[in-house]
T-cell receptor, first 112, second 114 residues
Framework: SQQGEEDPQALSIQEGENATMNCSYK?????LQWYRQNSGRGLVHLIL???NEREKHSGRLRVTLDTSKKSSSLLITASRAADTASYFC????????????WGLGTSLAVNP | SAVISQKPSRDICQRGTSLTIQCQVD?????MFWYRQQPGQSLTLIAT?????????ESGFVIDKFPISRPNLTFSTLTVSNMSPEDSSIYLC???????????FGPGTRLLVL
C-alpha cells in the first residue's frame, strides 16, 4: 500500500536552480529513504534518514525529516540536466516486516 | 552494493500467454521482492520471494497469476500468467542485502501486452 505522498507531482526548473520535493507519510517510521528513477529504469538509492535524525546531507542533496509533521523534504542544490528523473520517498515503518512503503513520486525536469 | 541483472529487459507479448522474468544477484541477500510499476505510477509490491518456500503475496496479487520461485539466495523468477493488456508494466526485482536497510533494484523488465 502507498502511504507517502510527494508534492509537487511534477517540477520543472532551469539548470542551476534548486529543486525541493516534499513527502508526507501516515504512520510511525524507523527511517525514510529517497530514491531516484531515470526514465522507467531501476531505482537508485539516494539517502536514508533515521527517525531520530532531523537533517542529512550527501553531496548536493539535503534531506530533512520532521516526525511531528510526518513529513520530509529533499533539496537538490545547483541542479543539472542529469538530475532529470523521478524521485520517490519510501518509509520503513516501525514494527513492519521490512517492507518499504512507497510514495507516489515527483517527476523533476531540469532544463539546460 | 549488489549487482542485479534481470532478463528479459523488455518484451512484447500476446494476450493469453505467459512470460517468466529472471532476476540474478551477484551476492547472497536476505530478502528479494518483485514490484510492478504501471506507466507514470509509483511502485506496487507484488510479493516477497522466500527461499525454498512459497512467496508472500500482497493484497490483490495471487500465486496463480504471478507464480514466483526462489530456489536459492541469489536467483528468483516471476511469471506473469495469462497476460492481458492491463499487465503492461515495468516489473522490478529488488533486494535487501545482509545487514542493510536500503533496497537495490534491477534494471527492470518492460512488458507490453497486445
Amino acid at each position: 500500500s502507498q502511504q507517502g505522498e510527494e508534492d509537487p507531482q511534477a517540477l520543472s526548473i532551469q539548470e542551476g536552480e534548486n529543486a525541493t520535493m516534499n513527502c508526507s507519510y501516515k504512520t510511525s517510521i524507523n527511517n525514510l529513504q529517497w530514491y531516484r528513477q531515470n526514465s522507467g529504469r531501476g531505482l537508485v538509492h539516494l539517502i536514508l534518514i533515521r527517525s531520530n535524525e532531523r537533517e542529512k546531507h550527501s553531496g548536493r542533496l539535503r534531506v530533512t525529516l520532521d516526525t511531528s509533521k510526518k513529513s520530509s523534504s529533499l533539496l537538490i542544490t545547483a541542479s543539472r540536466a542529469a538530475d532529470t528523473a523521478s524521485y520517490f520517498c519510501a518509509t520503513f515503518n516501525a514494527g513492519n516486516n521490512r517492507k518499504l512503503i512507497w510514495g507516489l513520486g515527483t517527476s523533476l525536469a531540469v532544463n539546460p | 552494493s549488489a549487482v542485479i541483472s534481470q532478463k528479459p529487459s523488455r518484451d512484447i507479448c500476446q494476450r493469453g500467454t505467459s512470460l517468466t522474468i529472471q532476476c540474478q544477484v551477484d551476492s547472497q541477500v536476505t530478502m528479494m521482492f518483485w514490484y510492478r510499476q504501471q506507466p507514470g505510477q509509483s511502485l506496487t509490491l507484488i510479493a516477497t520471494a522466500n527461499q525454498g518456500s512459497e512467496a508472500t503475496y500482497e493484497s490483490g496479487f495471487v500465486i496463480d497469476k504471478f507464480p514466483i520461485s526462489r530456489p536459492n539466495l541469489t536467483f528468483s523468477t516471476l511469471t506473469v500468467s495469462n497476460m492481458s493488456p492491463e499487465d503492461s508494466s515495468i516489473y522490478l526485482c529488488s533486494l535487501i542485502g545482509l545487514g542493510q536497510e536500503t533496497q537495490y533494484f534491477g534494471p527492470g523488465t518492460r512488458l507490453l501486452v497486445l
